[in-house]
């Protein structure tokens, strides 16, 4: 079967502008998490989404949202993007909300300039 | 602040010995996880061990886990240039967290 997918693989954008990053769950998955990875601060929790709720929400600021659709896609959408967001973003999937056996998609790697 | 840190930050060894990580973390979990990630991709999930569990054995990976210390231990015996990567401890409680990582490099 199909893993998660992120995309895009890749994005570039200017300081200021928003950014939408979107993530397929494996079919059947209801439950979808969201990562940022840097050098410095290494994986750092988002969000966590379950059937269209948002179940838990990492210490980010505003800016960073997301939602999850009817179908489980999620989107995670950064406003008035700052040069310290250029970082690896993860997303993880998994059948059950009890955190195990996530699944990761490859991540979209976003620069911002 | 973030729950796993793990020992050390950086390892590198000969292929065929032993790789052993360490994970630390700060309060009651579940269970824990293990994960590998090849440089700039994804996570791979390894294995798990839940909390009232001592030891786990996943072909050449060996998970340790004791509660009392809130400390975790993965050995890979034999390893192979390909086992180079980051090795990531992951906690589940009320959150899912992930430690720091162990850059591990495996010299033909």
């Known amino acids: 079967k199909a893993g998660v997918t992120q995309t895009p693989r890749y994005l570039i954008k200017t300081r200021g502008q928003q950014v939408t990053l979107s993530c397929s769950p494996i079919?059947?998955?209801?439950?979808v998490s969201w990562y940022q990875q840097t050098p410095g601060q290494g994986l750092q929790f988002l969000f966590e989404y379950f059937s269209e709720t948002q179940r838990n929400k990492g210490n980010f600021p505003g800016r960073f949202s997301g939602r999850q659709f009817s179908n489980s896609r999620s989107e995670m959408n950064v406003s008035t993007l700052e040069l310290g967001d250029s970082a690896l973003y993860l997303c993880a999937s998994s059948a059950i909300t009890d955190r195990v056996g996530y699944t990761f998609g490859s991540g979209t790697r976003l620069t911002v300039v | 602040s973030q729950q796993g840190e793990e020992d050390p930050q950086a390892l590198s060894i000969q292929e065929g010995e032993n790789a052993t990580m360490n994970c630390s973390y700060k309060?009651?979990?579940?269970?824990l996880q293990w994960y590998r990630q090849n440089s700039g991709r994804g996570l791979v999930h390894l294995i798990l061990i839940r909390s009232n569990e001592r030891e786990k054995h996943s072909g050449r990976l060996r998970v340790t886990l004791d509660t009392s210390k809130k400390s975790s231990s993965l050995l890979i015996t034999a390893s192979r240039a390909a086992d180079t990567a980051s090795y990531f401890c992951?906690?589940?409680?009320?959150?899912?967290?992930f430690g720091t990582g162990t850059s591990l490099t495996v010299i033909p």
């Open positions: 992951a906690t589940s409680g009320n959150q899912f967290y």
């Open positions: 079919s059947g998955h209801r439950s």
């Open positions: 309060t009651s979990i579940n269970n």
